[in-house]
Every structure is written in C-alpha cells, then in structure tokens.
C-alpha cells in the first residue's frame, strides 16, 4: 500500500503530470467495484456533498475531492450537473485551494441563490507553518461568464470568541428575506453544536447571532455538516456529531448523521426538540446535505462512506461515492425518507413474481442480478424470521434479515465480499415502527441501500463482493412468507463521466 507523506496529501492536481494523471484513471476503470447509477471520483476520494441546489433548471451537484489518490488530501469540488436528478454528467472542478485562506482544503459547504445569482459559501482550510488549523468562511459567486469567483477577504474570517477552529461546513439558507449561514462548530470546553451567523447580501458584512441552543449540551466534540430546513410547519436540525459513544443498536459507525426535529425560535435561538435519530442505520453513511427541487421536494443526499475508515477500492486509487437522491417527508408526526421519484427514470427490464418463501434458502424469481431496484412486498407472513440474500453465490451474500417479533430489519455484512476496516461488527439493525410490509432495495456494483416501508428506515452500505455474485435468495427461520417481487434493472453506464 501507498505511504501518503504529508506533502503528498498536500500535493495540487495541478502540479501531477498527464501521464501519471493517465495512470491513475487506468487503475481505477480497471476496478471491479466501480458503480454505475451513483456519483463516484474519476480517481481519488469523495466525500461530502457540496453546493447541493437546482438552479436555472439544472441540477448542480459538487462533492469534496482529493483527485490523487484515496486519501483524506488537499480537498477541492468537484462538480456534476443533472437535467434530472438521476443522470448525472461531469461538468467542471467548480472550486480549487488557491488562496491563502484555502491553502490546505476547500473544505464543505452550500450553494444559495440571490438576486438571481448563483453563490457558494464554504469552509477555507488552511494550515500554519507549525501545522495549526485556522477555518475561514469564504463567499464565491458565479459570475455572468460562468466562473467562478472568490470574494475575498473571507466572510466570516475566524471563529467567535469560545469556539474553536473546529468551525465549518455553512449551510446558507434564506429567511424572511435575510441570509443565514449555519455552521458546525465546536466550544473550548470541546464540545459539539451550530452557531448561526446573518447577513443582508452575499458579500455581507455576516454577524454572528449567537448558538442554537439545544438540549444537546454535552453531545459529541464537534458537530459537522449542518443543515436546517423546514418541513411541514416543523423545524429540522440535520447535524454529523462526531464522539459519540455506541448505544446497543444506534450510535455504531465512527461518526453518525441525524437529526432533531421540534420548534426552532429564530429570535431567542432556542430549539425545542425529540430527540436525535440516525437518519441512516447502514454501514456507511455520513455528512448529508439538502436542497429543493424542482417541485420544492426536500431532497437529501449523503456520503456512502465515513471517515477514518480503509475501503477495498483504496488501493485502486479511488473511495467512495454519493448516496441516491432522497426525498423528505413528514407522515404521522414522523420524518420520511423515500427515494426521489425520478429514480424511477432509471428502470428498464422488469420482472415479477409472487411466490412463497419457506425455511430452505432458495434462488426466487426475479433470480439475479449486479444492479437494480427490487421492491419486495410482504402480503402474508407467519414466519418468525425472513431473509433475503442478495449479491449472493455460493459463498458470498449481503443478507436483509427481518425478525418479525421485535420488528427488527438487520443488515449483515459477514460474508458479502471484501470488507472496510476497521468497522465495529458485522451487523447493523434497525427497530421498524410498523411491522415489514415492503423493501425498496437499491443495488449497485458495490452499494446497497434499502428503504423500509415507504421510507421508515433506511440502510445504506457499501458491499464489495469477490466475484460475480448475482443471485437473489430467500428463506424463513420457521413458516412462511408469501411475497411479491418485482425487479428493474438498471442499466449499466447511467453515469456519463
Ligand atoms: C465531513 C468533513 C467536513 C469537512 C470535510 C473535509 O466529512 O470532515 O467537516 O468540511 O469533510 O473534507
């Protein structure tokens, strides 16, 4: 494996030749794993999703980037535009560390319009001669030739007084017809939350407003990636906490994503709220962004992947991709969260079958498949348990388990292929509100993600099977389940590069 000496983290694309750029793209079309319906690196790392928005009647979709390799390096955006949501065409590196004030990362951030214009606000990464970090919030507005162009000095050049320079990703978001920039940060006393900051105009000047004040005063040491929106008259606070402690069945990935929901007072700052929820009980995911669509849909999109964390494609030369759109709702006091419905401009071929599933694990029909959408209706069960192996061969499976009882959907990565490290367990699980009554179950080449009835839970992890595992199987512990099952494929090369 690669050693990645700081100065090779730090290194510009800029400064790599053609020919080793060359090599590198080789490497990663050579890769097994590479995905066909979802946002991935042409080489290197993704990690966020950046300056989510639908502007002019396109979809503008960047991601933090490290082009040189598969490590956490020199970040810039890099951006894709959509028509649809769905395809996806590589547009342009909208933002590269070229100040002072970005030297070491265009760190994560939002996109916004304004008087018709469109604008980015996000985090300036820089690094002193002894290696201390200094955040700055940077404005950049897109100008009539379409480039883009910093305003500098930075908007916000420094933390407020009691927090550390553990201060990014802004979200900016509109108002009764002011700007707020909603940004991760951490007190001295090394403890998470989000501050708000308010301003008239892009350029600003943007004063500090004060912290959001939520019953979460002790809640991890640092909260990244915030987002707020309204849904329903209900206030969303959608933040990454990172250092919390795992909990039984919740808290098990290195960081998690959630949200808390109540009542936001934008005078006072005080958040009345439930408490937090994971917004993803999967392997991998973290640092979700939203934005509205066309029909101002809330939408989500996150990062299959996490941080701190050693993927199977790292020594390809790439990690990682985005998540498919998600669309939020809220149903009976709850937040939904189902796949936008222009995924299903992504289906072809379709195949259903209604079938009865017994404790003998079994090839079912729709039989096979590398990428998919499967839709899998309970209509009848008295089993005690049921599972569904996917991506599965003889020796390799991700299996979707679910007990019925406890009402638990399980997700179990034992045995479906090469696997992140280190990653604590094999399993993760989610408590259903309502018994199982449908799967929507996204596949790829190397992802999974299941929604659970109609957007109740959702599970989304990267899998890397050895070989071509295709197969579909089902079975029961004891009983039996009657099932309908209807498959799309999705045809490969949905993602023009
Ligand atoms: C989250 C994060 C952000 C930061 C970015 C840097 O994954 O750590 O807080 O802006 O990634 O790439």
Known sequence: MKEWTREARYRKVEDATVEELEMLKETVQNSQYRQTYHIQPSTGLLNDPNGLIYFNGEYHISHQWFPLGAVHGLKYWDQYKSTDLVHYSHDTTILKPD?????????SGSAFEFEGSLYYMYTGNHRTDTWERKSAQVVAKVNEAGQVEKLLPPAIPEPPVGYTQHFRDPKVF????????????????????????????????????????????????MWECPDYFQLNGKD???????????????????????????????????????????????????????????????????????PDTDYPTDSEGWAHCLTVPRTLMIEDGKLKQKPHMHLRKLRGHRETALGYAN???????????????????????????????????KNESIVIRY?????????????????????ESMTRCAQLDTPLRQLRIFVDTSSIEVFCNEGERVLTSRIFPKSKANKIKVATDSGQVYLKMTKYDIEEGQQDE
């Open 236 to 306: 969303i606070l959608v933040f990454s906490p990172q250092g919390i402690e795992a909990d039984g069945d919740r808290y098990n990935n290195i960081y998690q994503s959630g949200y808390i929901m109540g009542e936001l007072n934008f005078e006072t700052l005080e958040m009345t709220h439930g408490e937090f929820k994971e917004l993803d009980n999967g392997f991998d995911f973290y640092a979700p962004q939203t934005f509205t669509d066309e029909a101002n849909r809330r939408v989500m999109i996150g990062w299959m992947g996490l």
């Open 359 to 393: 404790k003998f694990l079994k090839q079912m029909h729709p039989y096979e498949g590398e990428r998919y959408e499967l839709i899998v209706e309970i209509l009848d069960n008295d089993a005690s348990a049921m599972e569904f192996h996917l991506r599965s061969n």
């Open 174 to 221: 509109m108002r009764d017809g002011k700007l707020y920039a909603l940004i991760g940060a951490q007190r001295i006393n090394e403890t998470g939350c989000a501050v708000l900051y308010e301003a008239d105009r892009p350029e600003g000047p943007w004063s500090f407003k004060g912290e959001i004040k939520t019953s979460l005063t002790d809640f991890g040491y």
């Open 99 to 107: 100040t002072q004030h970005d030297s070491h990362g265009v760190y």
């Open 403 to 423: 007990e019925t009882n406890s009402q638990t959907i399980i997700l179990d990565r034992t045995e479906s292929g090469q696997l992140p490290t280190p990653v």
